[in-house]
């Protein structure tokens, strides 16, 4: 089945510490999107790509870094920079079929600051 | 900038009724609005999407419509069920990636 998928599901990071939450798609989609999401909130952008090798910073882009080299993959890295990492992130992905650039999500990574 | 609003913030309905969950927005150059369904520490499970040149999708017990010229959006479910209970979130698509923006949510309870 085509999905999206995210690890870990759950992880932990120590103040200063970089830490990277894998997203892998196989809908073959061009574009994939970072995005955070604090209780009680909606989702903020952190970072998006509409093609290898190529990404945009989103709203929240601050302490955070992707790369994009292939089409299936988009890590995101959270850095030392990031002062409150505590969130749940999701990964999402679109066709960029001018018909129907509806989105599909990841399961999400909770990440906790210990 | 876009920005999405989501009203009410909570609603808590009997099994049965009919309900009606509203979303805004304030840039009416979108591509497409689309509603997301997010159970407690889940991710979102897309429910509708509307293009832009739409007036509204159905699916099953949920209609969605669009009026992008007021700046709004409602999503209809009928016959509610305690299996609907989750937070409903809405999104307006815009700008050159199609990037989402989402409101905060409506935290839906059914009670049986």
């Known amino acids: 089945d085509g999905g999206i998928t995210q690890s870990p599901k759950y992880l932990f990071r120590k103040e200063g510490q970089n830490v990277t939450l894998s997203c892998e798609q196989n809908?073959?989609?061009?574009?994939m999107y970072w995005y955070r999401q604090d209780p009680g909130q909606g989702l903020r952008l952190i970072y998006y790509?509409?093609?290898?090798?190529?990404?945009q910073k989103g709203d929240i882009a601050e302490g955070y870094s992707v790369s994009r080299e292939k089409k299936e993959s988009f890590p995101l890295t959270v850095t030392s920079a990031q002062k409150n990492p505590t969130a749940f992130y999701l990964c999402?992905?679109?066709?960029?079929?001018?018909?129907?650039?509806?989105?599909?999500f990841g399961s999400g990574t909770r990440l906790t600051v210990v | 900038k876009q920005e999405v609003t989501q009203i009410p913030a909570a609603l808590s309905v009997p099994e049965g009724e009919n309900l009606v969950l509203n979303c805004s927005f304030t840039?009416?150059?979108?591509?497409?609005l689309q509603w997301f369904r997010q159970d407690p520490g889940k991710g979102l499970t897309s429910l509708l999407l509307?293009?832009?040149?739409?007036r509204e999708q159905t699916s099953g017990r949920l209609n969605a419509s669009l009026d992008k010229s007021s700046g709004r959006s409602t999503l209809y479910i009928a016959a509610s069920q305690p299996g609907d209970s989750a937070t409903y979130l809405c999104?307006?698509?815009?700008?050159?990636?199609?990037?989402?923006?989402f409101g905060s949510g409506t935290q839906l309870t059914v009670l049986p």
């Open positions: 840039d009416s150059a979108i591509y497409n």
């Open positions: 809908l073959n989609h061009d574009a």
């Open positions: 999104a307006a698509g815009s700008g050159s990636a199609r990037q989402l923006t």
């Open positions: 790509s509409q093609i290898v090798n190529d990404f």
């Open positions: 999402a992905s679109s066709s960029r079929d001018r018909t129907n650039y509806g989105y599909t």
């Open positions: 509307i293009q832009s040149s739409q």
